[in-house]
T-cell receptor
Framework: NAGVMQNPRHLVRRRGQEARLRCSPMKGHSHVYWYRQLPEEGLKFMVY????????ESGMPKERFSAEFPKEGPSILRIQQVVRGDSAAYFC?????????????FGPGTRLTVL | DQQVKQNSPSLSVQEGRISILNCDYT??????FLWYKKYPAEGPTFLISISSIKDKNEDGRFTVFLNKSAKHLSLHIVPSQPGDSAVYFCAASANENRDDKIIFGKGTRLHILP
């Protein structure tokens, strides 16, 4: 059973370009979470999605950021018109349908560098 | 507003001794707590968790203690091994069925000394 897959592992973009980060959850997992980690910081929640639904996007910046988890295919975190402050490690996590005392399984992350 | 606080950015412990990592939280609605371990260039991996109805949970060398009245939890690793050198994140959520997001602390970097 493969773990959570994220690609690309490293992404370099120039200011103003778009960044697309992909996350394939573990098999059987229908919940996906995106987190951002800035240097020397903890992981900050961004968005929680189930198939075709955004459940909680309270951690998403109001502009330029969007996320989706379509019926088929990976979850996508999209950042439009990137700025230097978007440089960070972006982690995706997945979990099966809610079970008491469950935990999230994390992917290896995508390191975004904005030049 | 930091709801989950790990006040020690780093900790050094001799191999074979006990490592104690501390965590404080401010949100009294948190009812489920987790510890994650993270190596450089990898994603966090789940280590151990505890529900608010318990005050202790043990798994091998790892034990988590929860003091609800003090809003404090700690992770004990004994005996500490070189492979334990990593960043440890304390995390909490407000819904045991985990329909809610997990709030992470900033992490504590543990160095196990030979």
């Amino acid at each position: 059973n493969a773990g959570v897959m994220q690609n690309p592992r490293h992404l370099v973009r120039r200011r103003g370009q778009e960044a697309r980060l992909r996350c394939s959850p573990m098999k059987g997992h229908s919940h996906v979470y995106w987190y951002r980690q800035l240097p020397e910081e903890g992981l900050k929640f961004m968005v929680y999605l189930q198939k075709e639904n955004i459940i909680d996007e309270s951690g998403m910046p109001k502009e330029r950021f969007s996320a989706e988890f379509p019926k088929e295919g990976p979850s996508i975190l999209r950042i439009q018109q990137v700025v230097r402050g978007d440089s960070a490690a972006y982690f995706c996590a997945s979990s099966p349908p809610a079970v008491p005392q469950n935990e999230q399984f994390f992917g290896p992350g995508t390191r975004l560098t904005v030049l | 507003d930091q709801q989950v606080k790990q006040n020690s950015p780093s900790l050094s412990v001799q191999e074979g001794r006990i490592s104690i990592l501390n965590c404080d939280y401010t949100n009294s609605m948190f009812d489920y707590f987790l510890w994650y371990k993270k190596y450089p260039a990898e994603g966090p991996t789940f280590l151990i968790s505890i529900s608010s109805i318990k005050d202790k949970n043990e798994d091998g060398r790892f034990t988590v203690f929860l003091n609800k009245s003090a809003k404090h939890l700690s992770l004990h690793i004994v005996p500490s091994q070189p492979g334990d050198s990593a960043v440890y994140f304390c995390a909490a959520s407000a819904n045991e069925n985990r329909d809610d997001k997990i709030i992470f602390g900033k992490g504590t970097r543990l160095h196990i000394l030979p």
